[in-house]
């Protein structure tokens, strides 16, 4: 199944994509799992699958408004350097451990709508990565049933303030500006990919290729990173983990590239569809 969050008229839901259609799934459920999370929570995947057999769908893709896949998770987890070429591009070393960050939800935005940069900063850089959203959750997972936990996958673009986040070895403050990451379109449930499918990551900026690797060459596995995240902290349905980026980031390229109001950025990844952003400047301001 492909499911995703979105608003329509005026309310939001949540539905599995069939062809160019949608079926509401929290019209069907909301009473019970009124969001994908809870949906997840309450192990329904198998429910919502029938559903999606018997019924028609019949809202129209084209005219909903997407959300970020999970709009409410408790957690998102990011792994950094995880493909050697982008640890070699940063003159940094392997490290034993997956090295993470943390992002919050407000930091997102949807497939569709416009990744902002902010007025603090023009070094707007653009991240490529794959999405794992937890389905079942638990604490000190090993790493041979991790596969297990996984509800689906997703596209992600782990846009980064570069300025911001390498003015000390903290990275939170450029990693976490409002609405300057994207996580969609969709959740692809795990069922369609299974555990070791070799998945292809894509990154295009304005129709040119900028990145691109294999799920092989992570450093550490997805089921590394979610037994080594559960050691430190439980994992909840609808946690979300940002499994790392590879080399070709806009901040190594000589001259720099950044983005700009008017680009438009995809994340591609094969198994799962593409992601695609605008970008516009952010000119909120809480003293207007």
Not at 227 to 237: E, Y
Request: aromatic fraction near 6%.
């Amino acid at each position: 199944m492909r499911l995703i969050s979105y608003v329509s008229n005026g309310s939001s839901s949540y539905g599995a994509v069939v062809g160019d259609s949608v079926l509401d799934l929290g019209q069907l459920i909301g009473d019970r799992a009124p969001d994908l999370k809870a949906a997840l929570a309450g192990d329904l995947l198998p429910e919502l699958r029938r559903f999606v057999a018997e019924r028609p769908a019949t809202l129209k893709l084209a005219g909903l408004t997407l959300l970020p896949v999970i709009p409410n998770p408790g957690q998102v987890f990011c792994v950094g350097l995880n493909y050697g070429d982008h640890v070699r591009e940063t003159g940094r070393q392997v490290t034993e451990s997956p090295a993470i960050f943390i992002r919050v939800p407000s930091s997102q935005v949807a497939h569709g709508e416009a990744i902002l940069r902010p007025l603090e900063s023009e070094r707007l850089d653009f991240e490529g990565e794959i999405a794992v959203v937890i389905g079942t959750g638990g604490r000190r997972i090993p790493e041979q049933l991790a596969w297990n936990h996984i509800a689906g996958y997703s596209c992600y673009n782990d846009g980064s303030i570069r300025d911001w986040q390498l003015a000390t070895s903290q990275w939170t403050p450029g990693k976490n500006f409002f609405r300057t990451g994207a996580f969609g379109p969709w959740l692809v449930t795990s069922d369609e990919i299974p555990p070791n499918h070799l998945m292809t990551l894509t990154t295009r900026l304005n129709g040119r290729e900028m990145q691109r690797t294999t799920t092989d060459r992570m450093i550490h596995s997805i089921p590394r990173q979610i037994a080594f995240i559960s050691a430190f902290t439980p994992l909840a349905p609808g946690d979300v983990i940002v499994t790392g980026t590879p080399g070709g980031v806009g901040n190594k390229r000589t001259p720099p590239i950044f983005m700009k109001p008017g680009d438009t950025v995809e994340v591609e990844v094969d198994a799962i569809g593409v992601l695609r952003n605008s970008i516009a400047d952010d000119d909120s301001r809480s003293d207007r």
